[in-house]
């Protein structure tokens, strides 16, 4: 019965972090392609991007959050495709899955940093 | 209007097969009127399930051309294709022999997701008083008038997927004893329908809301269900 409870507790977690990091990406993916498409009107290089984009904490702190959001939610999501798909279930699903979220936090945290900071 | 059906019939358990009849059609007939002729005049051995033939026992339920309905209050009009019908039975339920499937699976899961009402009064107290305006009883008028006929179990497809899942009539049963103020299993209740096998499975494809015969939709008191657990499990209560 404890053990029912605390699979509950952490499903109804799971599901909570994913909704959650889902309300997140929808703003970070609105201002990600309005930026886009404000910064490419004119033509842009990379070198010029780059360049507005060095020491601004403001766009590092998006960015990691935007990243962090994708780590947190992209995961559980292929926890239940996992399940209903292939019927992978059960601990070794979960550690890959851990696995697969520090993979996608840590290219996109690399990725913010090498062109933030 | 064509004189007659050409109506195909799942025979057999689950290597059966679709067996052809022809039917003589009618004005207003249901799709369960053309089973029984089946039954009756043309093949004795069929084996079909019904009851009260006015949609209140739940017990007719069949696939009628790929779609689940109750077959007692489905004009033919409504599900024929030409004049062609292919009845079998519901989806997603093991079949016993021909048209009738064992619903044990799906009436068990009601008592997984504890779809029984638990009071905490004795006959010697005085009657609970609800107010019908109360905004907890009118959602549990939403979710009340259901048969249990199967049609949503049958047209969900995470039961396919998932045979765990305790399916959108369990389901929507806890959600109005969730709802009653007389209830007493609160958390318990909470924590039968939480996770994978419970209303978090749900993606909302809304077939057992399109499906429903009596208009009920389990889709949302499944969103219902998944607020309340959310609440309980971020109060540390769950």
């Known amino acids: 019965m404890k053990r029912d409870a605390n699979a509950a507790r952490q499903e109804t977690l799971l599901w909570i972090a994913q909704r959650a990091s889902a309300a997140v990406l929808a703003v970070c993916v609105l201002v990600h392609l309005a930026t886009l498409i ?10 010029e991007i780059l360049a507005r984009t060095h020491g601004s904490t403001l766009w590092l702190g998006f960015y990691s959050l935007f990243v962090l959001a994708v780590a947190v939610h992209a995961p559980i999501g292929l926890r239940t495709v996992l399940a209903e798909w292939i019927g992978w279930r059960g601990t070794w699903r979960d550690a890959f899955l851990l696995g697969f979220a520090m993979l996608i936090a840590g290219m996109g945290l690399r990725a913010v940093t090498a062109v933030f900071a | 209007m064509s004189e007659s059906l050409r109506v195909r019939v799942w025979r057999g358990t689950g290597d059966g097969e679709y067996r052809a009849y022809e039917v003589p059609r009618h004005a207003s007939q249901t799709v369960l009127d053309v089973v029984t002729h089946i039954q009756r005049a043309l093949d004795p051995t069929l084996a079909y399930r019904f009851a009260c033939r006015v949609g209140m026992c739940g017990s007719c339920a069949m696939t009628v051309n790929g779609v689940a309905r109750w077959t007692c209050r489905t004009h033919v009009d409504k599900a024929v294709k030409g004049n062609q019908l292919e009845i079998g039975p519901l989806r997603n339920l093991p079949v016993i022999r021909d048209l009738v499937t064992d619903m044990r699976e799906f009436f068990d899961k009601w008592a997984k997701a504890r779809g029984k009402f638990e009071g905490g009064r004795t006959r010697g107290d005085d009657l ?19 048969i249990g006929c199967g049609v949503c179990y049958s047209a969900c497809d995470v039961v396919a997927w998932n045979p765990d899942y305790l399916g959108p009539a369990a ?68």
């Open chain 1, 38 to 47: 404000y910064a490419v009107r004119g033509g842009l290089s990379a070198a």
């Open chain 2, 128 to 146: 609970a008083r609800v107010s019908p305006d109360s905004e907890d009883r009118k959602l549990i008028e939403a979710g009340i008038e259901c």
């Open chain 2, 171 to 238: 389901l929507n049963r806890a959600w109005t004893l969730v709802k009653d103020e007389r209830d007493t299993a609160g958390l318990e209740r909470l924590r039968a329908v939480a996770g994978d096998a419970g209303c978090h499975a749900c993606h909302s494809h809304m077939s057992c809301t399109e499906r429903c015969p009596k208009g009920i939709a389990p889709t949302a008191s499944i969103a219902g269900l998944k607020r309340a657990v959310g609440r309980a499990a971020l109060r540390g209560e769950l």
